[in-house]
């Protein structure tokens, strides 16, 4: 430890900050040759987000086939390794839709039961709760970034095996009257039928998102149509949650946060973003941080574009070395805060700007140069964490403001020097240890804004889909593969499903079309 | 004549096996003698004594089998110099007992039947013919054969000194014992080790048949059973529970150490006897998996299995309990559970209660925010009619608050769970909610949050607030005096600390809704400001915020150049990080205002920075 941060001292400074690739690898790789370490428990229930930060980080780092070199080391992931784990994640799909979070919720025997053959349907009480809509994202993201990049044509079929139609009507039946979007359908007892989940702007991105990757535009009528949920409500909804001081939250009673802001904004460009984007095709495209598209929706609609504009450009601050609580032979670049300290140090306030002007002249006479350290937090006053850096930078990306707004060398050198982990990821705060989740936004923060200096480097990330840019392609051809598949016939694989009800619901569920001529010459 | 039915028999048999070792074995017969070096195995058999419990057999008096406990059989001293080194493994010992027992089959495996000698054939024959009949009932053994080749066999095998009684099935790796809890075969196990494990398995059994004795009793106890000999009502004693509970972890230890089955406090539990567990099963490429403790695990298999007959109990609500203390972050749970406390009806506010730990517990959690806002949800109409219940309710959930707000002042599901819970209680009148949050301001003035709640509270009030008015828009039915009130008071702790961004956007905000023009806050802006754009050493700021909002003002009053100045003083000195931004507020000062849709404007901004 000693040795290495040595080492990252005797750089010459030009050199320093960087993103150290390897070091990056080696804690994805860890993350996946490992089981994770017990303190992931409290995500058990969603180890499909965990699975999407994973692999995604892993698809930033390595280079598309076409940028790879014979000294490219060998992907992480291995083309089988990818078809074993396409595998896993539709293990974890519901039988009327939706996927649930974790294979410990998985109950495949269990779901043909309930079918009554008179009726239909599944009596989907009895599994109320158990796909849920942010798994949902999660598993269909993964299975585009599992997508073979080796092999376009068995890329495309990535999505083979998604209950294209279920998926998408277990999304409709998540709408609340308001608009707003729940989390998964719940059976309470004296309660009837119910939308589980808080009033949760997550939830009305994903499914935006869910929406873009799966429905198309196949026309009323045809087979694989299914009834749009109601994107005017849902528009009105995301519109009504601009808080006073003219961020977003869950809802309009909250306090402004830039999570919820970056999920308010990147819904609505998701609601009209066409649905191939010009930036897909050109997978070489190195400029940074550009729009899929221009939402006329968003630049139209939001009450106060100018103020939500203000309170996003609000959200950087500068970062300032907080002297160590004891002693000058603690060196400040090693000290580990504890939490008790970091209201403090992560967000410094001087009373008044001549202060902080004063104070940052003194640092910067002691240090030789003026270079500052840019920060963001997630609501006023609060203190700096590497995801908010992507949540306000996604944000800007989506409003086509991120590079004119953003310090970007000041934020990146923040990113570099201070959350990067010697191990390798991001932490969350100033020297805190790495975790699945704030290496990966990390990664991603870089990957949206173009890592300039290690040119290439990092994948060009889309702020609304959060994905690297080539696997947005993948999930438009993909799309396409799927709905065309429904619509020839080739039918939707039921995993393990050979039970004839099985079959017959699978038909069903398809909208009750006519009997493809293969099920007969398999004996159905 | 004797002969020839042995013979007609013995090709009947064989072809009806295999027809074509029948062939083979006719041809090549006589060939076989021609090998000196083989000798045929029926003139040196090895013979195992028969195993005193088949010899006690009364049934075995009704087959000719019984005359073969034969004294050849007993025979023990014909252990020729061919014996086999010592076994060092069951595999082993079973191995070579199969072949002393069956020395004509396992002479057949080893070299074939064609390439034994003829009489060894013959000897293979009989053992088959004994081992297929021994399998059937004996009233139809002699039916099967008649009674001449039945003769004729025992003929035969007492010539041969045959032994009746041989190993079945040759044994196999894996197959014969299973494996340990550990996968291996439990048949290589040393003598020893596989004694030890036999003796443990009996210890089990044994153990096993007095719990099944004991739960039988607690089920006839439970439907009033009278002892047929004493004549009295059962009755489980406590003393028989406490064996019970003895028995049970000797058997949970047993049965890890032999099969490493799940075990813990729920398969040791008489409680969940009757529930079987349903083990986690992955798929192959699996990523993100988490290492948990082996009560996790149990606990989520009997999760399963009750989710799965969809059961409501007070025991699985114990179980959720349980499992949430290991992860409270598990949604499905949360919301089993408040199925469960609906479905038993179980009083919300002891619910609550027990919450509330739970809550102080672990602060960053989701989950248990939701489901109060559930329970509440769920308890709201019994007490809707009853002001004081209500007020009561909404006291004690204030006091909760507030002194979970003391842990974590921030905690944003802690906010928000409370913005709504005044909403759902109508607390918008009670003035100790008011209170209470401008206690938490005077305690931090930059705390957002309270200032956040603050907001909600005052202008959401249905009393005056028109609904479905959005937070940014103007209200007429807002009272002035509400508004001068809340602008005097952001102005009092803006004051305090003039950095502090809360009060600027709080009285920002609060003029929007009241639809003030901003300019009348312009002398309390300028109060922060002092000779702006004099010179470097005259020119003091306070508050950039207080630069900010009076940019805004000049340009609200059409002063377009105040307003630029104030902006570039921004971006030049007083708050250089976001410059940028400064620059695009400068752009769009020159443009005509909001005519332009905001993305056009954010464009040439990108452009005007690019040329600075």
Known sequence: MENDNKAAHEKPEQEWPYLDVHRHLRYWKMCIRAPLPQVYLSNESNRLALAYFIVNSVTLLTPPPSERTPETPEPLISREDKRAMIKWVLHH???????????????????????????????????????????????????????????????????????????????????????????????????????????????????????????????????????????????????????????????????????????????????????????????????????????????????????????????????????????????????????????????????????????????????????????????????????????????????????????????????????????????????????????????????????????????????????????????????????????????????????????????????????????????? | MRHWLLTSFVTLFVSFCNPMTANQCVQQGPRSALRPHHFPLSNHLITMPPKGKAATKPKATETPATTTSNPTTTNTTRQTASQPSEPTTVLERSQQRYEKTRPFEAARQQKGLSKLFKEDQKGWICDQLLHLTNRLPAASRSSLLGPKASKEIWWTVNGTNSIVRGLKHKPEPYTTWGTDRNGHDVGSYTIERFDERFRKRIALTALQVSSRVFRENVEREKRGFVDARSGREIIVTEREIDEEKVRRSKMAVLKKDLYGAITGRLAESVEWEDVVPIPHEEPEGALAAITYPAEYAEAMSYLRAVMTTKEYSPRCLRLTEHIIAMNPAHYTVWLYR???????????????????????????????????????????????????????????????LIAILSEDTKNYHVWSYRSWLVGKLGMWEDEEELKSIEKMIDEDVRNNSAWSHRFVLV???????????????????????????????????????????????????????????????????????????EGEEEEEVKSTHALDLLAEIYAEKKDNEKADLCLRRLAEKWDKIRGGYWEWRRKCLTQSETEKAPGEQVEEAEEGSAAV
């Open chain 1, 93 to 524: 799909q519901h039988p009327t839709g939706g996927f649930c979070g974790t294979s410990s919720l998985v109950f495949p025997l269990h779901s043909y039961d309930t079918y009554n053959s008179d009726t239909k349907t599944l009596n989907e009480p009895d599994h109320a709760g158990l796909a849920n809509i942010t798994s949902t994202l999660f598993a269909l993201q993964l299975l585009a970034l599992l997508a073979d990049e080796e092999d376009e044509a068995a890329g495309e079929n990535v999505f083979e095996g998604v209950n294209r139609v279920g998926t998408l009507r277990f999304l409709k039946s998540l709408q609340r009257e308001d608009g707003s979007f729940g989390e998964a359908l719940s059976d309470l007892p004296g309660h009837g039928r119910f939308i589980a989940g808080g009033y949760d702007m997550r939830y009305c991105y994903i499914a935006t998102a869910i929406r873009w990757i799966l429905r198309g535009d196949v026309k009323e009528g045809s087979p694989g149509w299914v009834e749009d949920f109601d994107t005017e409500a849902l528009a009105r909804y995301i519109l009504n949650s601009q808080t006073y001081d003219r961020g977003f939250a869950g809802n309009s009673q909250d306090e402004a946060h830039a999570g919820y802001a970056y999920c308010a904004i990147a819904a609505l460009t998701l609601l009209d973003r066409p649905l191939t984007s010009t930036s897909s095709t050109s997978s070489s495209s190195s400029s940074s941080s550009s729009v899929p598209h221009k939402s006329p929706l968003l630049h139209s609609s939001i009450r106060d574009l100018p103020g939500l504009i203000h309170w996003l450009a609000s959200r950087p601050f500068v970062y300032l070395e907080p002297p160590p609580p004891s002693a000058a032979d603690q060196d400040p670049d090693t000290y580990i805060y504890q939490e008790d300290d970091l209201d403090d140090p992560n967000f410094l306030l001087p009373p008044t700007p001549a202060d902080l002007l004063c104070l940052l002249s003194q640092t910067a006479e002691k240090k030789g140069h003026d270079k500052t350290h840019v920060a963001f937090n997630g609501r006023t006053n609060k203190v700096a964490d590497t995801c908010y850096f992507w949540w306000v930078g996604g944000a800007l990306a989506n409003l086509g403001t991120l590079d004119s707004l953003v310090d970007r060398e000041a934020a990146r050198r923040f990113l570099l020097e201070k959350m990067q982990h010697r191990i390798g990821g991001f932490g969350k705060s100033p020297g805190s240890p790495p975790d699945l989740y704030h290496s990966f936004f990390g990664l991603a923060i870089l990957g949206l804004m173009g890592d300039e200096r290690e040119g290439g480097k990092v994948r060009g990330f889309d702020a609304g889909l959060a994905v690297p840019r080539e696997t947005v392609g993948v999930i438009e051809r993909a799309r396409r593969r799927l709905i065309e598949s429904e619509k020839g016939g080739e039918g939707v694989v039921v995993d393990g499903g050979k039970e004839f009800d099985a079959v017959e619901m699978g038909l069903e569920l398809r909208g009750g079309e006519e009997r493809p001529k293969w099920l007969g010459a398999c004996g159905y």
């Open chain 2, 338 to 400: 408040a199925a469960n406390i609906f479905a038993l009806g179980i009083s919300i506010p002891d619910e609550i209660e027990w919450l509330n730990e739970v809550a102080l517990a672990n602060l960053k959690n989701y989950q248990i925010w939701h489901h109060r806002h559930l329970l509440v949800e769920h308890y709201y109409p019994t007490i809707s009619s009853d002001p004081e219940a209500l007020a009561q309710f909404a006291k004690q959930e204030r006091d909760f």
């Open chain 2, 459 to 533: 202008f959401s009030n249905p009393k005056y607030a028109t609904p479905g008015k959005a937070a940014t828009e103007k209200d007429e039915k807002v009272p002035q005096e509400l508004v001068d009130r809340e602008v005097k008071y952001a102005q009092s702790k803006a004051f305090l600390a003039p950095q502090n961004q809360s009060p600027w956007n709080y009285m920002r905000g609060v003029l929007v809704k009241g639809g003030q023009p901003l300019a009348s806050v312009q002398g309390f802006g300028e109060e922060f400001v002092n000779k702006l754009g």
